[in-house]
């Protein structure tokens, strides 16, 4: 098997293996796969049969290279399938395997094959659609005063505007990206989560038209101050990749939360909100929107 670095290009001929993807956690979603590239980290394929093999590689930590479980809409590797594939390919891990997987086949059963350790820094937030579209009941009662707030001073005065994210508005996200990313000081280290966000988010938004995700934009006073993008994950679920507004708006956050909740997540059971990073300020926000479950991330090291 030859391994190939997979680009934005290939996402047409790569569609089809994620069309009844059934893992839950958010690296499972193809345009997320293709978008979080760059100059230390680049993601790699070869289709096998029915299945799609994925690694990455990394130019500077090459301890981090790994495989995530393939995927294939017809076809479960076991997990002496893994074991015998990553010898195949020359990798010593997986990362990414979710409480899906684990389920399936039992620690146990895996533990034949691979040490088996947690990432709690990749833990998945699930949120159920209906509680973030409709904000129903005491504890969601503060995020409704909020966009009842901004509703009143922006929304009802004709201030807001609300559109999709196309190739002619990419430059002006990017924009707004770049100053959101400086309030947070994003860039202090290229090699740190955030950063690698920013380089992902940009990614997508240059190919918003290839990668088949949906985004919006908030206009407040003609000056993007919002935006949001969303894609396919499972038959139930989609998966919100990138929601970023700037927070000295009071009520626009909660507002554009709950607008994106019913624009993107209509016919989603489950809303993805990915994970908080081991970043303090995000998890607490997430914990506040009340997940339904949190989906886990365990590595699998071959023994």
């Not at 505007?161 to 990313?181: R, Y």
């Not at 993107?264 to 990915?274: A, P």
Request: proline share 4%; charged share 30%; net charge negative.
């Amino acid at each position: 098997m030859k391994l190939k670095q997979i680009k934005p290009s290939d996402y047409p001929e790569l569609k089809r293996f994620f069309r009844d993807q059934r893992y839950s956690l958010c690296e499972y979603s193809l345009s997320s796969i293709i978008a979080w590239s760059n100059s230390s980290y680049q993601p790699y394929a070869t289709i096998d049969g029915d299945a799609l093999i994925i690694c990455a590689e990394f130019t500077t930590r090459k301890e981090n290279r790994h495989m995530i479980l393939p995927v294939s809409p017809v076809r479960t590797f076991s997990p002496g399938d893994l074991y015998d594939l990553a010898l195949k390919l020359g990798f010593e891990r997986y990362w990414f395997v979710p409480d899906d997987y684990m389920e399936t086949f039992g620690r146990s059963k895996l533990e034949n094959y691979f040490e088996v350790s947690e990432q709690p820094e990749y833990t998945d937030y699930i949120y159920q659609t209906e509680d973030l579209a409709l904000l129903k009941g005491n504890k969601y009662s503060k995020k409704r005063n909020l966009i009842k707030q901004f509703r009143r001073e922006y929304f009802d005065a004709g201030r807001v505007k609300v559109e999709n994210i196309t190739s002619s508005v990419a430059s002006e996200c990017i924009d707004f990206l770049e100053e959101w990313c400086e309030e947070r000081d994003c860039d202090r280290n290229p090699e740190d989560d955030l950063a690698c966000e920013k380089i992902a988010a940009i990614n997508t938004i240059e190919n918003i038209d290839v990668l088949e995700v949906n985004g919006i934009l908030l206009r407040l006073d003609n000056v993007i101050s919002a935006f949001g993008i969303a894609s396919h994950l499972t038959a139930d679920m989609g998966v919100f990749h990138f929601e970023k507004a700037f927070s000295d708006i009071k009520g626009l956050y909660q507002f554009f939360d709950n607008l994106c909740a019913k624009r993107f997540f209509n016919g989603y059971k489950y809303i993805n909100k990915e994970s908080d990073m081991n970043i303090p300020g995000l998890a607490r926000a997430k914990k506040s929107y009340h997940p339904v479950m949190m989906v886990k991330s365990y590595v699998l090291t071959l023994r």
